[in-house]
Every structure is written in structure tokens, then in C-alpha cells.
């Protein structure tokens, strides 16, 4: 996202066909907004903190690809992301701030994928450290002058191994030429895995001990209070604790040990921050749930905590800063999408700061029978392709009749309007229940190396009863 390359519209339009079956409208106002960001961060520096993200508010029954659309953006972007559900605020307990939560969660993500990352990349490196570590336990380094006292200070020394016994007092002033070449043989058998199971002593770091803080409810905010126990845990000095273990278990436990020694986290923070101010993503789910259909009249309490999260949500889609373990994150340039099936409630029914806030506005598209056949049939991803993948395993063939899936897509659209509109999810429980039977046989009745073909007999045979009989589908379709 920061970099200098960056999908265009219509690149990123194409890279959510992938996976999304129509939907038009929505997939070129979010690649907009995201080109949009692209192009802030290349504009001069004075109208950069100017240019305000085009937040976006989408709108459309449940199951026709929001939160899809939303999470492959984020996906494609390359950028943290989170996913909240407004109503969750307005549940029992929660208090004002706790909305800032969400940031604070963006920029967690943003730490825990750049030092995943870094981890990666020095692998190799923490690799060969824990090596040396496992090569010391096993035949610990004789130092050159009559020096007493092992290696390294973390590493323990003079761990003895059971069985074969190395470097004997053989002539004076070879000792330490004999101990590096056996250690080089040593160093080969690890290589080798010839000593997996052999027993060493090893310090591991027991993490920093948890600090509990006690205060009023109020009196500190989550961030302040994470900050606090995380700061008093580094002051306590770092326990290590002496554990016998087999070669593969040290590697193990020490591999993410020394790769998180070899990444800087004050360096992973900064940027962290960097990448959640400026390439962020918040989707909040259900915004619809906290709009309230009836103002005017002096509601009730749920409307009022309604309204009230509202509000809170306000500064923090308006911009403003937030205090986080990592830094303070400013959220002017974060992009909001927030998504609503606005049944009951409007989109004017939001408060109107908060409705000027998401300038843009989509409708979805209710899926049609059309789109469900493609849906089956076309997306990376599609449920017969995931199917297909499932029974590969097991070496059995699986293939779908064009027929029969028109006729899956039919069945799902006329449970749809019969039963309930629950969308492309109906996609799911259609198919499962066509091919339970199938996935049980598996391959107790049906052996490996079969071929199967589902044909719009089958389908027809498996589900049309259901279909017909409203009590029957309404509990098993
Ligand atoms: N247009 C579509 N193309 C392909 N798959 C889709 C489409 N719409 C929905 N799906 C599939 O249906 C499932 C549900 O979609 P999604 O989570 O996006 O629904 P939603 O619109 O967010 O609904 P809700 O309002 O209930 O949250 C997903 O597994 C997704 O893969
Ligand atoms: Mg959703």
C-alpha cells in the first residue's frame, strides 16, 4: 500500500471479480477509495493532512457480499484491518470509550503482522543462532585461554550429555583443536537429524511475569492500563528456567525465542503506526443496529445507548487521536466502510454528523438465481472447487454437472424467497446437504480413486422434497 506501485481502479475492480460475483457499484467505489489513499500519500505533504478518506457506507440485505467485499479489499491492500459490529457497543457494560477499542485493535493487527513478517525474514538467521545454542549444549566451546566458565552467558554451560563421551584429556594444547573439530561433527549430525531425540539442558524465558493492577473502574482507560502492566513487566528482571529437553523440542521452543531477539520491536512499532494511520481499514459491521428509526420521540433506553455509540463513533470517523499501546494513532486518514442491511432503519436515520461522514453510499445487489449459479461455479474460492478440493484428499474425483448446479441455484433462490433471504449462505447449507452423504461414503463405501458426478438428478432426488415441504427446509435448508 505504501509503496510505490499500487493497483489501479480497475486492476483492483479485476482482483475482486475473483472472488466476488457482481456487485459493480461497490467494488468501484471501494477500489476508488483505495486508489484514492494511494494518491494521497503521493500528493504534496501540505494537501496530504487536507485530503479526507471517501468513507463509505454500504448497504444490502444480509449475504450478498459486504464483508466479502470489504475483507479481500483489505486483503488486496495489504493494509491492517479490522471488523467490528456497532451493536457490540451497545451491549450491556460497555462504556463510552471502549469504541476506541477498535482502533486500538487496527493497530495491534498492524504490530503483529509487520513482526510476523520480520520474524520471517530473519528465520534463516534465528535458524542458524539456535544452532549454536543446541551445538553448545551438546559439546560446550572450550575457550581459548585457561579461562574458566563456559560460553556465552545465556546459554548455561558445561551441559553434560548422556552417553559418548568427547574431548578426553588428550595432548595438551589440542584440546582445543579436538573440541571444534568434534563440534563440527556434532554440527553435521544436527544438520543430519541424527540427534533429534537426544537430551539437552537449555534456558528458556519464561516471558515476562504478569503484573495485575488494581484500579476503580474509570479511572484508567484499557490503553493506559495494558501500557502500565506492559511497562512493569520489562522492569522485572526476565526469568529464565533451566528445562531438559530433546534436540527437536530446544528447536522449537528456541527458534521464535531468537527471531524475536533479531526483530527491533521499536522500529515494528513506529511503523506499525505509520501503516495504521495511513493505510488502516475499520469495517463496521451492522451499523443499521444502532440507527434509530423513530426519532423525535423520547425513546427508551436502547435507544439512547444506541444514539450514544453513535456519538462516540463520531470523533473517531471525524478523526481524532488515540491513545494505543504502541503510540498515539491518529485517525484522520483511517478508511471506514461501514455495512447495513437497513431493514427496519434508514441510513437517515443515523445521526446526521454521522451521516455526513460516509459521503458515499452503495446498494448491493439482491443475488439472483444467475448469480448464485456463477457463485458456485466461478470464484477462487467457489464452494464447488473448495468440495472438490476436500474429496482430492481422498483421492476421489468430484464433478458437478452444469445442470445440476443450475438447479442448486435455483433450489437456493426459491428457498430464499419461501423461507428466508439469507442470501449466498444459503449456497452453503444447500450444498452441504447434497453432499453429506457422499462426504460420509468416504472412503468406507466409496474407495479411493472413484469418480463421482453430481448430475441435476441428484440434486433433484436430494433436495426437492425438502423444498417443497416449507416445514422441512425451514429447519434443515
Ligand atoms: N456476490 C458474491 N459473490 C460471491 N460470494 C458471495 C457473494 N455474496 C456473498 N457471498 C458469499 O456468501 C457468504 C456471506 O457473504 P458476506 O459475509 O459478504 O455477507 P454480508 O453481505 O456481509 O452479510 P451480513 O449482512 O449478514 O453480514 C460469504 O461466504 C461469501 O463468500
Ligand atoms: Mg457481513
Do not use: C
Not at 481422498?394 to 430464499?416: C, P, S
Amino acid at each position: 500500500m505504501l509503496d510505490d506501485t499500487f493497483l489501479t481502479p480497475a486492476q483492483i475492480v479485476a482482483e475482486l471479480d475473483k472472488y466476488i460475483i457482481g456487485q459493480h457499484e461497490a467494488k468501484r467505489h471501494v477500489a476508488i477509495a483505495l486508489r484514492n489513499r494511494w494518491r494521497r500519500l503521493h500528493a504534496p505533504a501540505d494537501m496530504q493532512k487536507e485530503i479526507v478518506p471517501n468513507n463509505i457506507l454500504m448497504i444490502g440485505a444480509t449475504g450478498v457480499g459486504k464483508t466479502e467485499i470489504a475483507r479481500r479489499l483489505a486483503i488486496l491492500a495489504d493494509a491492517p484491518f479490522v471488523k467490528v459490529e456497532a451493536s457490540k457497543f451497545t451491549e450491556v457494560g460497555y462504556v463510552g470509550r471502549d469504541v476506541e477499542s477498535m482502533v486500538r485493535d487496527l493497530a495491534e493487527q498492524a504490530v503483529s503482522r509487520l513482526r510476523q513478517r520480520r520474524q520471517e525474514e530473519v528465520k534463516a538467521q534465528a535458524a542458524q543462532a539456535v544452532e549454536d545454542i543446541i551445538l553448545d549444549a551438546l559439546i560446550p566451546p572450550m575457550k581459548a585461554p585457561a579461562k574458566d566458565g563456559g560460553s556465552s552467558p545465556s546459554l548455561g554451560f558445561g551441559i553434560g550429555i548422556s552417553g559418548e563421551r568427547i574431548a578426553g584429556d588428550a595432548v595438551p594444547g589440542s584440546d582445543q583443536e579436538l573440541n571444534e573439530r568434534t563440534r563440527e561433527r556434532f554440527r553435521q549430525k544436527i544438520r543430519n537429524g541424527e540427534l533429534e531425540d537426544r537430551r539437552i539442558e537449555i534456558n528458556v524465558s519464561q516471558g515476562a511475569p504478569s503484573v495485575g493492577i488494581m484500579g476503580a473502574p474509570g479511572m484508567m482507560d484499557e490503553a493506559t492500563m495494558s501500557g502500565l502492566q506492559d511497562m512493569l513487566g520489562s522492569m522485572m528482571p526476565k526469568k529464565s528456567r533451566k528445562r531438559k529437553v530433546t534436540v527437536a523440542e530446544a528447536r522449537k521452543v528456541l527458534l521464535d525465542e531468537e527471531a524475536a531477539k533479531l526483530v527491533d520491536m521499536d522500529e515494528i512499532k513506529e511503523e506499525a503506526i505509520r501503516q495504521t494511520e495511513n493505510a488502516g481499514i475499520i469495517f463496521i459491521d451492522e451499523i443499521d443496529k444502532v440507527a434509530t428509526a423513530s426519532s423525535g420521540k423520547s425513546g427508551g433506553g436502547p435507544d439512547v445507548s444506541r444514539q450514544g455509540v453513535q456519538r462516540d463513533l463520531l470523533p473517531i470517523v471525524e478523526g481524532s487521536a488515540v491513545n494505543t499501546k504502541y503510540g498515539i494513532v491518529n485517525t484522520d486518514h483511517i478508511l471506514f466502510i461501514a455495512a447495513g442491511a437497513f431493514h427496519v432503519s434508514k441510513p437517515s436515520d443515523l445521526i446526521p454528523e454521522l451521516q455526513g461522514r460516509f459521503p458515499i453510499r452503495v446498494e448491493l445487489q439482491s443475488l439472483t438465481k444467475d448469480d448464485f449459479y456463477r457463485i458456485l461455479k466461478d470464484p477462487k474460492n467457489a464452494l464447488t472447487k473448495q468440495y472438490q478440493a476436500l474429496l482430492a484428499s481422498e483421492d476421489v474425483q468430484l464433478t458437478f454437472e452444469d445442470e445440476a448446479l443450475l438447479k442448486l441455484a435455483d433450489i437456493a433462490a426459491e428457498v430464499n424467497s419461501e423461507v428466508e433471504n439469507i442470501g449466498a449462505r444459503r449456497l452453503h447449507t444447500v450444498m452441504s446437504r447434497l453432499l453429506n452423504d457422499l462426504l460420509f461414503d468416504v472412503p468406507d463405501k466409496i474407495a479411493a480413486g472413484a469418480q463421482l458426478t453430481i448430475t441435476p438428478q441428484l440434486v433433484e432426488e436430494r433436495l426437492r422434497d425438502m423444498v417443497k415441504n416449507r416445514d422441512m427446509s425451514q429447519y434443515i435448508l
